[in-house]
């Protein structure tokens, strides 16, 4: 431990909110102090990353769906877990050097945010992936426990605290209390379901075919779940499937109100499913502490609003939720001692 410390004092320690659609990298004293797409260009048929401009996250994802044949844009994170371990293993070296530096001679310690939801093996892959990206140590935290410390909830505390993380692969939703997760439901539909959700409305009723970034744009700029004060519209391009030549339509907030209802609506029942599952005095304890929305999809117009109709509990947003799970692996690693009873740790556990 104390040759661990003294390695720290030469090498930059960090946090990795390892998301299905964004990996954010979050440094003691800094931050968060990288935000990029988890998307990977490659020459197709291989696992070679291009290195043409450093094709790992903004620019790779400017890559989505405008590729020639000779070259693949991969997200090689789905439904919050690694669904192609080269990839990821390159794209988390790239990640963890550009923070790093190069120059140093010390590996990093690293703690990552893992869905609550996975498997052993799961585990394992993202474990093995960061460490022969380059880090030193892996520590593994699930995503809700992550959120709670990052929003500042006083989980450690011998009362309720509720965290809904509503991601791009997977919505955690978790009671915590006394430095530990009491009850936990994890569902791989999130911000990535809604996309395929407003894909298949703007095919269904404009025959209209738009690809995965345009659909993102609309849901953020329109989407909303609850009725607007003023209603909006957007200007949608894609291509026509009738006639195969490219078009475009507009399309309004209470269209795409309609086309996320199914998505949103199983997201509602994975709250209530944590909240019937509590323990009474939980549940008591969230009368007067209510729940915490975390992660790009709380940004969602009316989500908060949608869900203390349903639950009839104050819905909070947390401080910039987006970042709230990769603020939460920081201060877990500045804390590992404090910890240590409920890390996950190292692989020998897997």
């Known amino acids: 431990m104390i040759f661990d410390s003294l ?10 909110d390892l998301g299905t659609c964004n990996t954010l990298v ?49 997200r090689p994170l789905k439904d919050g877990v690694i669904a192609d371990f080269d990839i990821t293993e390159a794209m988390l070296g790239y990640f963890i050097r550009k923070v790093h530096g190069r120059s140093r001679f010390v590996k990093p310690r690293v703690v990552i945010a893992v869905p609550s939801g996975i498997t052993a093996v799961e585990k394992r892959a993202v474990y093995n992936s960061a460490e022969r990206a380059g880090a030193r140590r892996v520590y593994l935290v699930e995503e809700p426990m992550a959120a709670g410390i990052g929003a500042g909830l006083p989980i450690g505390e011998a ?8 991601g791009g692969g997977t919505t955690e939703v978790a009671i915590m209390s ?12 999130a911000g990535d379901e809604m996309d395929a959700a407003i894909i298949g409305y703007m095919r269904r009723k404009y025959d209209l075919m738009v690809g995965l970034q345009t659909a993102e744009n609309i849901k953020i700029e329109i989407g909303s779940i609850m009725p607007l004060e003023e209603e909006m519209a957007k200007e949608v391009r894609g291509r026509d499937i009738v006639g195969g030549l490219p078009r475009q339509c507009v399309v309004t907030s209470n269209e795409i109100r309609d086309a ?6 199983q997201i509602i029942e994975c709250v209530m499913r944590t909240l019937e599952n509590a323990e009474p005095e939980l549940a008591a304890d969230l009368v007067e502490n209510g729940i915490h929305l975390a992660g790009g999809g709380a940004l969602l117009r009316g989500l908060d609003m949608r869900l203390a109709e349903a639950t009839g509990l104050e819905v909070n947003l947390v401080d910039d939720p987006l ?26 556990e897997y």
């Open 7 to 16: 390695l720290g004092m030469f090498s930059v320690d960090m946090g990795i």
């Open 26 to 74: 979050c440094v003691k004293g800094e931050g968060v102090v990288l935000n990029e797409p988890s998307v990977v260009a490659v020459r197709r048929g291989t696992n070679q990353v291009l290195r043409h401009g450093n094709a790992v996250g903004h620019v790779a994802k400017e890559m989505l769906g405008r590729t020639p044949g000779s070259i693949s844009a991969i």
């Open 159 to 166: 009362t309720a605290s509720m965290i809904v993380d509503v």
């Open 178 to 189: 006394l430095a530990d997760i009491g009850v936990v439901q994890s569902i791989r539909v």
């Open 260 to 265: 996320l209802s199914e998505p949103v609506g």
């Open 323 to 348: 970042s709230c799970v990769a603020r939460g692996t920081s201060v877990y690693l500045e804390n590992l001692l404090a910890w240590k009873e409920t890390m996950e740790s190292d692989a020998d």
